[in-house]
């Protein structure tokens, strides 16, 4: 009896140490298999950030390389706005000499002829040009005027403002010094367009009254002044941006 007992106890022990080791080796396996799941799933949101970033990157790659094209386009834009302007400096310097060689033999009889911000201004006293209280311009204005137009017609592309001025005085009894004004500006133009064939489209006509004054109309020498009418010469700016335009195309 006391033999059999000791191989039966052998076999329980080893029955046992066996469960033992199988539960551990159980409870090691789950713990391996919890820590690859959680490792799948730090690999798979890993995999989802970079997917993202990767995205993001594109965009801003996109983004960016519109922007340079954007950029590099208006560049080349503002280029040839900047070449257009230079080049109309030039014009215009060169169309203020030509009109004051034009418009030589009237300079003492109240023309003036100078170059400021841009633009080439033409002034013409109103006793050159009308009698007073009058829009009817007078033989020797229309000689003015002609002299004016031979250039204005070498460069098609100028536009031309006409604006009349006047001094403070009112003219005559219910009169309006705003509307004389402007009739005497109509009436340049008119002279302009009809006499001396410059292009119609080219012409604006305005007036001003009394409300620009050059000189003091407490004065008879600043209300001399004031009563004028302004020729004023300017590049086209829509033909200058649509020229710019079409150079970047």
Request: hydrophobic share 35%.
């Given at each position: 009896?006391?033999?059999?007992?000791?191989?039966?106890?052998?076999?329980?022990?080893?029955?046992?140490?066996?469960?033992?080791?199988?539960?551990?080796?159980?409870?090691?396996?789950?713990?391996?298999?919890?820590?690859?799941?959680?490792?799948?799933?730090?690999?798979?949101?890993?995999?989802?950030?970079?997917?993202?970033?990767?995205?993001?990157?594109?965009?801003?790659?996109?983004?960016?390389?519109?922007?340079?094209?954007?950029?590099?386009?208006?560049?080349?834009?503002?280029?040839?706005?900047?070449?257009?302007?230079?080049?109309?400096?030039?014009?215009?310097?060169?169309?203020?000499?030509?009109?004051?060689?034009?418009?030589?033999?009237?300079?003492?009889?109240g023309v003036d002829v100078y170059y400021k911000n841009g633009l080439v201004h033409v002034s013409m006293q109103d006793a050159l040009l009308y009698k007073s209280g009058s829009a009817a311009v007078?033989?020797?204005?229309?000689?003015?005027?002609?002299?004016?137009?031979?250039?204005?017609?070498?460069?098609?592309?100028?536009?031309?403002?006409?604006?009349?001025?006047?001094?403070?005085?009112?003219?005559?009894?219910?009169?309006?010094?705003?509307?004389?004004?402007?009739?005497?500006?109509?009436?340049?133009?008119?002279?302009?367009?009809?006499?001396?064939?410059?292009?119609?489209?080219?012409?604006?006509?305005?007036?001003?009254?009394?409300?620009?004054?050059?000189?003091?109309?407490?004065?008879?020498?600043?209300?001399?002044?004031?009563?004028?009418?302004?020729?004023?010469?300017?590049?086209?700016?829509?033909?200058?941006?649509?020229?710019?335009?079409?150079?970047?195309?």
């Amino acid at each position: 009896m006391k033999n059999l007992i000791l191989p039966f106890a052998v076999l329980s022990f080893l029955f046992f140490a066996s469960c033992g080791a199988s539960k551990k080796l159980q409870s090691e396996n789950d713990q391996l298999k919890s820590q690859n799941t959680e490792l799948t799933n730090k690999v798979n949101d890993l995999q989802k950030q970079v997917s993202d970033l990767t995205a993001s990157n594109k965009t801003i790659t996109d983004n960016y390389n519109t922007y340079k094209t954007s950029c590099e386009d208006s560049k080349a834009k503002l280029q040839a706005v900047q070449s257009y302007i230079s080049e109309q400096y030039s014009i215009m310097q060169e169309l203020e000499k030509k009109i004051q060689a034009a418009e030589a033999n009237f300079k003492d009889k109240g023309v003036d002829v100078y170059y400021k911000n841009g633009l080439v201004h033409v002034s013409m006293q109103d006793a050159l040009l009308y009698k007073s209280g009058s829009a009817a311009v007078n033989p020797k204005g229309k000689e003015a005027l002609g002299k004016l137009a031979a250039v204005l017609n070498d460069y098609p592309k100028l536009q031309v403002f006409v604006v009349g001025n006047t001094d403070s005085v009112q003219f005559k009894k219910g009169g309006d010094n705003w509307s004389l004004s402007t009739e005497r500006a109509n009436g340049v133009v008119r002279i302009l367009r009809d006499d001396y064939k410059v292009d119609p489209s080219r012409l604006v006509s305005a007036g001003r009254g009394k409300y620009d004054p050059i000189g003091d109309n407490k004065t008879e020498a600043g209300r001399t002044q004031n009563r004028r009418t302004d020729i004023i010469l300017n590049p086209d700016l829509k033909k200058m941006w649509d020229n710019a335009a079409a150079q970047v195309k």
